[in-house]
């Protein structure tokens, strides 16, 4: 199981949030790995210095996701981690 935590602290917030979140729940539910990724929501990561969102895949954090960029990150940092 991955365990990937979108923060959604104040300045993450700001930066859209709530857009990457829809974005990677859509994803995971069109992958059909639901049921190998746990997403949640977290409060600050400690990276609000950096552009876009920050998220953490495990106990990685990764810095700078934008809407745009999740399918990327899935696959550089998620699916290798489930095997897809």
Request: hydrophobic residues 45%.
């Amino acid at each position: 199981m991955v365990v990937l935590s979108i923060c959604v602290g104040s300045s993450c917030h700001l930066k859209g949030s709530y857009d990457v979140i829809e974005a990677m729940r859509k994803l995971i539910k069109e992958k059909g790995v639901a049921d190998q990724v746990d997403l949640k929501a977290a409060f600050c990561l400690g990276k609000c210095a950096f552009d876009g969102v920050s998220i953490k895949v495990n106990d990685k954090i990764i810095t700078g996701v934008t809407p745009e960029k999740v399918p990327s990150v899935f696959e550089e940092e998620i699916a290798p981690l489930i095997g897809k």
